[in-house]
């Protein structure tokens, strides 16, 4: 540590104040911005001679590795100190962790060169006003960082506006939020609600799956018109949650990989016919992995001596349990 300090200090040597920022300790940034005692000439302008600078900065003080720390000096110059380590210490203020630091300046290290209280510090404030809690504007913002980077009045305002006039309370929109980083396709999104809305769909179904599934709400709009349309042909009711669960399932996995996983239960002695069924009445049960089905399909035929007519009435119940990741045994059949 105290090698690299010095260093620093030599790139800055034109200069008689330095600013120091997350104080490298076991390995990663800790402490505080301080400064040496002396007048400043100007601004700690970084000589454009020392491309080094910013690679060792990123990776002692924002914690990334050799190679994103090379990647990001790439995509941003910094030209003063002053920036980068306000940066560092707001968002430390803020309660984000370390790693979430880290993701944030890998994925959009121009973040370093924002001003804490003029551009970060609205956006922080506009997520609290939904009723984000810390660890929510902190999961929420590591796992989207462009939500830091887009424009308050024009981009994260009207998506709030929207969402909030489908969802109706803020805390669904923060949880929409936490789940999708597609979040700004609203030019998706507006019509493939009103398409939902127009084949019938109510309100209260349409929040489910925006709140849910997000990522299929996003999705481009002519898949979800062929989607809709697919779903809708086999017999499936707009009225129904199980609607929207379909149009999930369908734009979650390709047609080939659907058809190989309707193949893999026929093989545990399931008609075509049963299949589709299956798949009619739970859609979700086709997004289990292969490992999941077997095991299941294994207590209950070769243990339970159940027929596929005795495993579609269960089934409901029997996934559900998986998803929750409980254990199964005989209570299940007592449900």
């Not at 105290?2 to 030599?10: A, P, V």
């Not at 929510?136 to 969402?163: A, G, Q, W």
């Not at 545990?268 to 049963?274: A, F, M, R, T, Y």
């Not at 495993?311 to 029997?318: A, G, K, V």
Request: proline fraction near 4%; include cysteine; aromatic fraction near 12%.
């Amino acid at each position: 540590m105290f090698g690299y300090l010095c260093s620093r200090h030599l790139l800055l040597g034109k200069h008689r104040r330095t600013t120091l920022g997350f104080l490298p300790k076991n390995g990663f940034f800790i402490g505080k911005s301080f400064a040496s005692v002396g007048l400043s000439e100007s601004n700690e302008k970084l000589e454009e001679k020392e491309p080094s600078f910013a690679v060792s900065y990123f990776i002692n003080y924002c914690g990334l590795s050799k190679k994103s720390a090379i990647l990001a000096s790439q995509r941003v110059r910094f030209r003063t100190l002053e920036k980068p380590d306000s940066v560092l210490n707001f968002l430390k203020e803020n309660a984000f962790t370390n790693t979430q630091i880290s993701r944030l300046v890998k994925i959009e290290p121009r973040l370093l060169l924002s001003n804490p209280e003029k551009t970060l510090l609205p956006k922080i404030e506009f997520f609290r006003s939904m009723g984000a809690s810390s660890s929510d504007l902190s999961r929420i913002l590591s796992s989207n960082p462009s939500l830091l980077i887009r424009s308050l009045e024009k981009h994260l305002i009207p998506c709030y506006d929207f969402l909030k006039s489908v969802l109706i309370l803020d805390e669904k929109v923060v949880t929409v939020f936490k789940r999708s980083k597609w979040i700004f396709c609203m030019h998706n999104m507006v019509p493939n609600i009103a398409l939902l809305r127009q084949v019938g769909v109510p309100q209260s179904t349409i929040s489910f799956l925006i709140t849910n599934f997000p990522s299929t709400a996003f999705v481009k709009h002519t898949r979800f018109a062929e989607a809709i349309h697919e779903v809708k042909e086999m017999g499936y009711d707009p009225s129904k949650t199980v609607f929207v669960n379909a149009i999930h399932v369908l734009l979650s996995m390709s047609r080939p990989k659907l058809e190989s996983k309707l193949e893999f239960y026929r093989r545990w002695g399931w008609s075509k016919d049963v299949a589709l069924l299956a798949f009619k009445r739970h859609p979700n049960c086709m997004l289990l992995s292969d490992k999941k089905i077997t095991k299941a399909m294994d207590f209950l035929v070769n243990k339970m001596g159940c027929s596929s007519t005795d495993i579609l009435e269960i089934l409901q119940f029997y996934f559900s349990a998986w998803r929750r990741e409980l254990c199964l045994d005989v209570q299940l059949f007592r449900f």
